[in-house]
């Protein structure tokens, strides 16, 4: 069967590898379960480190303001990695909705071999895009990326979060204008009766960049009772130090 049906990247058509179980090519390979982003990284945002330092030390930005997410577990790192970074590029902008599947598939295993174990009972929260967005889009890919991983982590994925407001572009990672550009701009979808103590939640987005949209959303959960929220996302773009 394999020769006559071989199995093929989701990216490209090209023939997968058989021992990439994550599926891809040997040039669209989804990074294994157990790898890391290159480098030392922040303990609470996953952010580069300069290479003298130790990994897990606090960054700058979250020791002037620690962020309301307590952890977060990425594929890989945006820029470094050509081939997610092509993965993710056409899911998110050439209509490649079948591609949520495996990117979904890829952070579910990701996140069990950080954990070590199933974390179960947890609540997989997509960060919303706005309906005008997810109309021109086609379908909002943080919502695809939850409902693939959820299953293979006993997890319940619920969109209960909307953006009650359009918000423009985000701008330079660094610049303070990211943050006031979501303030406010996330809300309970209505009718949610939602009770989130001593409940795990993660959010999931496709890319992390300065953090501000994701801070935003678990400003809205923690009202509802979260008390510790991690961040599930494919990549962790920006490079450099942000130690200062």
């Not at 990216?11 to 891809?24: F, K």
């Not at 993660?202 to 929220?229: E, H, K, P, Y």
Request: aromatic share 4%; glycine share 8%.
């Amino acid at each position: 069967m394999q020769a006559l049906y071989p199995a093929l990247c989701p990216l490209c058509g090209a023939p997968s590898d058989s021992n990439c179980a994550l599926g891809g090519c040997s040039l669209h390979r989804l990074p294994e379960p157990s790898a890391r982003a290159p480098g030392p990284r922040c303990d609470r945002c996953a952010q580069a480190l300069p290479p003298m330092l130790p990994h897990g030390t606090r960054c700058a930005a979250c020791r002037r303001r620690p962020p309301r997410t307590a952890r977060v577990v990425a594929l890989d790192d945006y820029r470094s990695n050509a081939a997610l970074r092509d993965w993710i590029l056409a899911f998110k902008h050439r209509r490649r909705k079948d591609l949520g599947e495996p990117l979904g598939r890829a952070l579910a295993a990701r996140l069990l071999d950080e954990l070590g174990q199933a974390p179960r009972g947890a609540l997989l929260v997509p960060v919303p895009l706005h309906p005008l967005r997810r109309l021109q889009r086609g379908y909002d890919q943080a919502r695809e990326l939850s409902r693939a991983a959820a299953p293979l982590l006993g997890a319940e994925s619920r969109a209960c979060l909307v953006r009650s407001r359009w918000t423009a572009p985000q701008g330079a990672p660094e610049s303070p204008r990211r943050r006031a550009n979501v303030h406010g701009a996330f809300a309970l979808r209505r009718g949610q009766a939602l009770d989130l103590r001593g409940v795990p939640v993660w959010l999931v987005d496709d890319v992390l960049t300065s953090g501000a949209t994701l801070d935003a959303c678990a400003q809205v959960l923690a009202a509802r009772g979260a008390r510790r929220i991690g961040v599930l996302c494919l990549a962790r773009a920006g490079e450099g130090s942000s130690l200062g």
